[in-house]
């Protein structure tokens, strides 16, 4: 029996020194576990500090050119309304002169057209005159002849005259 219980004791001993072995080993990876955890929590806190910087960044950089495109958007549509301002400008101004070149040739036309009725006023009152002394007077046939002449000239500067006023 004693060496039952000796083996036995033997045995406990074994089994305590395995426990106590098996407790350690465990504490040991317990311990590395925790570490590992620690390391893997650090370095994703780095990571997430690291890509919130970079939104961040990105964000920023968004914003930016945003900025600069309202800005370039801003400067064309202020160019455009200018360059509007300055077209329509210079067309009253085309206008302005149209008229005013309308007008002076009205003025041109209406001032031809008065000459011209002046001087076929002249010359009907100067022609009638003449005809009527013309006919008024017996003349010898060479004489008569160079009076048809003249009326015909006459007549033909008139039709002239009448052409020309109607241009």
Do not use: Y
């Amino acid at each position: 029996m004693r060496s039952a219980v000796s083996e036995s004791n033997d045995e406990i001993s074994q089994l305590r020194s395995t426990i106590q072995a098996l407790r350690g080993q465990m504490e040991s990876l317990q311990f590395d576990t925790d570490r590992r955890v620690q390391g893997a929590i650090v370095a994703s806190k780095d990571e997430v500090a690291q890509l919130h910087s970079t939104v961040q960044a990105l964000r920023d950089q968004l914003d930016e050119q945003k900025f600069e495109a309202d800005h370039r958007v801003q400067e064309a549509v202020a160019t455009a309304n200018d360059e509007i301002s300055q077209i329509r400008l210079t067309a009253q101004s085309l206008r302005d002169e149209l008229e005013r070149l309308r007008i002076d040739n009205e003025s041109s036309i209406q001032t031809a057209i008065a000459e011209a009725i002046i001087e076929i006023t002249l010359l009907k009152q100067t022609a009638s005159p003449l005809r009527d002394k013309l006919d008024s007077i017996e003349l010898d046939s060479d004489a008569r002849n160079e009076v048809a002449n003249l009326k015909e000239m006459i007549s033909q500067l008139l039709e002239q005259l009448e052409a020309s006023d109607g241009e």
